[in-house]
């Protein structure tokens, strides 16, 4: 008996290298995008055998994942001429994001703890209350629109939304949770910094699509007679990478003046530079702006609290003239001044031209709208001055 036991032993270890690679042959045969998928699977299933609390585990990969593009659509997939089919808007059909893999694991978890008593529901507050309502409101807009589908799926999506603000409220109930959830954003932060660095200095072109965009679609603008290189990251469109980089850097800012030792202050400043010189190659003005508010608000509260002290004042303006030097150097810094004073107004008054498409939705439609994410779809129907013609994607 103990000789088979032995065999065994012996025979777990070969079968589990075998299965492994197995699965990376595989999947490199299938192109370069599966094998980082099959890789960063395995990467995550080793964290969640070695880690403990494999609550946590989720918890950080769900705020890792929330920045990777990656995306699955289950009818399109394969169709690269779907984005014609459907006026380059989202498409009508269930799409799966990585980020939905470890929301899908916690949510395991989240029953069982619910079920062992472990956890309990989160108590309903007015914010849930409201939550209920705006979705119940939106639902209403299937009576009047022409993408029922649509509707349909975001409105499904919505409820994951939901969902996962009920998983956080439940188990971001220690501080550790709170490190865990900003550890995985200043890493993935890195990562971002990285890849940006790649696309704008030596155009690198990302080997699978993110954000539903191919080669990572480094955005173009031509101001004059100059073309400006805007960076998306692993996002796939340059606004929404500056969005993500806006908050994620707005947290790095804020654990800055948390109540830590100083050797983790500093580990934490590379990780917020690369991501204010990423915001800053995204050349996305709101991005720029979200982060400047961003910053003052952060400071002001940290100065009211008196957590920012004269050698951190000093240290960080440091830090800013010896980033503006290093974008001075780099030419960065006249492509900045092009995007914020070389444009003559003519991106203000197409933003008033779909701010008036969106007011023209509302007044024909104030309770129940036209549907969830469906502006794309529906805005031409609502264009008396055929913005829709120039700006296709808003």
Same mark, same amino acid.
């Given at each position: ?29 299938? !192109? ?191 101001? !004059? ?67 400047? %508010? ?62 008036? %498409? ?37």
């Amino acid at each position: 008996m103990e000789a088979r036991a032995g065999k065994a032993g012996y025979l777990i270890p070969v079968a589990t290298a075998a299965v492994l690679g197995w699965g990376l042959l595989t999947a490199l045969s299938m !192109g370069s995008k599966w094998l980082g998928l099959v890789s960063l699977a395995y990467l995550c299933l080793a964290g969640i055998a070695v880690v403990r609390d494999r609550r946590l585990v989720a918890l950080g990969l769900i705020s890792a994942c929330i920045p990777l593009g990656l995306q699955y659509n289950l009818w399109s997939h394969g169709n690269k001429f779907s984005f014609m089919e459907h006026y380059g808007g989202s498409p009508p059909e269930p799409v799966i994001f990585l980020v939905d893999l470890p929301i899908l694991l916690l949510s395991l978890f989240w029953l069982f703890d619910l079920r062992t008593g472990r956890k309990q529901l989160p108590s309903w507050t007015r914010t849930e209350t409201l939550a209920a309502v705006f979705i119940i409101v939106s639902l209403l807009s299937l009576f009047i629109t022409d993408e029922y589908a649509l509707v349909l799926f975001e409105t499904i999506r919505y409820l994951k939304y939901f969902l996962v603000y009920l998983l956080l409220r439940t188990y971001l109930d220690r501080p550790l949770a709170f490190w865990v959830v900003l550890g995985a954003q200043i890493g993935v932060l890195a990562i971002q910094g990285i890849v940006s660095a790649l696309q704008y200095f030596l155009q690198f072109s990302i080997p699978f699509p993110v954000g539903g965009m191919a080669g990572g679609a480094v955005g173009v603008d031509i101001i !004059g007679n100059e073309m400006i290189l805007r960076v998306s990251g692993l996002l796939g469109h340059c606004n929404t990478f500056s969005a993500y980089l806006s908050l994620a850097c707005s947290f790095c800012l804020i654990a800055m003046f948390a109540r830590i030792k100083p050797w983790m202050r500093l580990a934490i400043v590379p990780f917020l530079v690369a991501g204010v010189l990423s915001l800053i190659l995204t050349f996305s003005r709101n991005g720029w702006l979200a982060f400047v %508010v961003n910053a003052f608000g952060v400071s002001a509260w940290a100065i009211y609290t008196r957590r920012l002290k004269l050698p951190m004042i000093v240290s960080l303006i440091v830090l800013c003239l010896v980033m503006v030097g290093v974008l001075g150097a780099s030419g960065v810094l006249h492509t900045v001044s092009l995007r914020l004073f070389g444009t003559e107004g003519k991106e203000m008054e197409s933003r008033w031209d779909l701010a008036l %498409v969106a007011w023209e939705m509302i007044r024909t439609n104030p309770l129940i709208g036209i549907g969830l994410n469906t502006f794309e779809e529906a805005m031409a129907q609502f264009d008396p001055n055929h913005i829709t013609n120039v700006i296709q994607q808003p």
